[in-house]
């Protein structure tokens, strides 16, 4: 074989296992993020919470060779900041892919706490694990309402638009749900408050709600 010849065919390999590698990762995120996790959450405060063992259980359904673990800092499994509070991060590997999430410790109120007990830490590593299974598509969908702002500086026009593209871009029912029901309690005072936006938001999601119900895509088609 012509040395021209041998670097073509190495070439080729190279592309092709690159190619192999965007595939396995686009086969991952379509089979995890169909995957409907509402009757597996719980709501706190104004958080969802996802439950570990049934998203590990999913997972491990799904990619059984799937494999975490918590970074490390100075032989420390959270990390420490001046003010005392305090962070942890996950790190996992699903068909050859690695990506990690980070998530402060707080309480349920989505504030960090100060000095936070080993429980607290441990509930949080477990959440942690949870939105890192989330990068690869399971349960993706319950935090994309955690996305909306809830600092009261932000204008209720503001939330509206970022709620209905929320919505507009759900791809399943169930995530449609997850992300009104993120945002229930400032959607039920503007019943009250402001009425047109309440009006818009329930037109916006009984339209997407019928569009997804008659397997039209969200672009309108």
């Known amino acids: 074989m ?15 296992g690159g190619s192999m590698t965007i595939k396995k990762k686009e086969i991952v995120w379509d089979n995890l993020s ?6 597996h959450t719980e709501k706190k405060g104004n958080l969802t919470y996802l439950s570990w063992a049934w998203a590990w259980g999913m997972l491990m359904q799904n990619y059984p060779d799937a494999t975490y673990r918590f970074k490390e800092w ?4 959270v990390l420490y900041y001046k003010n005392g509070t ?21 309480d ?22 949870v939105k890192t299974m989330a990068m690869f598509g ?31 871009g759900a791809s399943q029912v169930a995530k449609l749900k997850a992300v009104i029901t993120q945002q229930s309690k400032w959607v039920k005072s503007m019943e009250t408050k402001n009425p047109e936006i309440f009006h818009k938001v ?10 997804l119900s008659e397997g039209k895509i969200a672009n309108g088609k």
Not at 3 to 16: A, C, D, R, V, Y
Not at 108 to 129: E, F, G, W, Y
Not at 202 to 211: A, M, N, R
């Open 2 to 16: 012509s040395f021209w010849n041998k670097q073509k065919e190495i070439l080729t390999k190279q592309w092709k």
């Open 34 to 39: 169909k995957i409907d996790c509402n009757e």
């Open 74 to 77: 100075e032989g420390y499994d």
């Open 86 to 106: 305090t962070s942890v991060a996950c790190e996992m590997t699903v068909a050859g892919t690695s990506r990690e999430m980070w998530l402060a410790v707080m």
């Open 108 to 129: 349920h109120k989505n504030q960090s706490v100060v000095d936070p007990t080993a429980t607290q830490i441990s509930n949080t590593k477990m959440r942690c694990l």
């Open 138 to 168: 399971l349960g993706h969908y319950i935090y994309a309402g955690e996305d909306v702002p809830e600092d009261s500086s932000v204008s209720d026009e503001e939330r509206q638009a970022e709620l209905i593209k929320l919505m507009s």
């Open 202 to 211: 329930h037109e916006v999601y009984s339209l997407k709600t019928q569009q």
